[in-house]
């Protein structure tokens, strides 16, 4: 299937810094990333969807000043966590659109950890 | 109401036992229906992918949609303690929207 990295896997950060999450499409161009945050043992909640070129839409209740999106090119998206803070600590997760007619599919990266201490 | 139903187990079977996990939904308006498998700590794999209704297979992993009764299953023949994992439901309307995820079923299987 199609891969999608995500990069750092684990992160570390104090209180008050900001943190940049990379999403990458390897082999194929994603015109569409989403990224969702995951607490532990509970499901994927959508947190906005990216797309190339435009400015990403945020889900109700996300502060969009506060994880910031960028989708520059059709291979990378980005999520800055700005001002983080402990109760921003958490799995996020992005995934990349693969357009393919009647088939579109969506494949997820290996997730990136955030702890803010 | 949720708009996807699933049931978070966790589910527990003897290994070589078959299991079966469900979802239902409310919109009419789902069109892809996706099965991902989550281990502990790590992002979703996509299992299964089926479009519409109707069933598809794939080595022990059989994918069922019966959009009338809004229901989607997924099987797991002969069961392996490799196969303890999160289970997610997932579907969308298409176009370039986002996936509705169900709330994941925990499965463990027992040697």
């Known amino acids: 299937g199609a891969v999608v990295s995500q990069h750092p896997s684990r992160v570390i950060c104090k209180s008050g810094t900001s943190v940049k999450i990379e999403c990458r499409s390897l082999?194929?161009?994603?015109?569409?990333m989403f990224w969702y945050r995951q607490f532990p043992k509970q499901s994927l909640m959508l947190m906005a969807t990216?797309?190339?070129?435009?400015?990403?839409?945020?889900e109700q209740g996300v502060e969009k000043d506060k994880f910031l999106i960028n989708h520059a090119s059709l291979t990378l998206s980005t999520l800055t966590v700005t001002s983080a803070h402990p109760e921003d600590s958490s799995f996020y997760i992005c995934?990349?659109?693969?357009?393919?007619?009647?088939?579109?599919?969506?494949?997820f990266g290996e997730g990136s950890w955030l702890t803010v201490v | 109401q949720k708009e996807v139903e699933q049931d978070p187990g966790p589910l527990s079977v003897p290994e070589g036992a078959i299991v079966s996990l469900n979802c239902t939904y409310s919109?009419?308006?789902?069109?892809?229906f996706m099965w991902y498998r989550q281990y502990s700590r790590k992002g979703p794999e996509l299992l299964m992918y089926?479009?519409?209704?109707g069933n598809k297979e794939d080595g022990r992993f059989t994918a069922q949609v019966d959009k009338s009764s809004k229901y989607i299953s997924l099987f797991i023949r002969d069961s392996q303690p490799s196969d303890s994992a999160t289970y997610l439901c997932?579907?969308?309307?298409?176009?370039?929207?986002?996936?509705?995820f169900g709330s994941g079923t925990r499965l463990q299987v027992q040697p």
């Open positions: 919109n009419s308006a789902f069109q892809y």
């Open positions: 990216s797309n190339e070129g435009s400015k990403a839409t945020y």
């Open positions: 997932a579907m969308s309307a298409g176009g370039r929207r986002a996936l509705t």
């Open positions: 089926t479009y519409s209704s």
């Open positions: 995934s990349a659109l693969l357009l393919k007619g009647s088939a579109d599919t969506i494949y």
């Open positions: 082999d194929f161009q994603a015109t569409t």
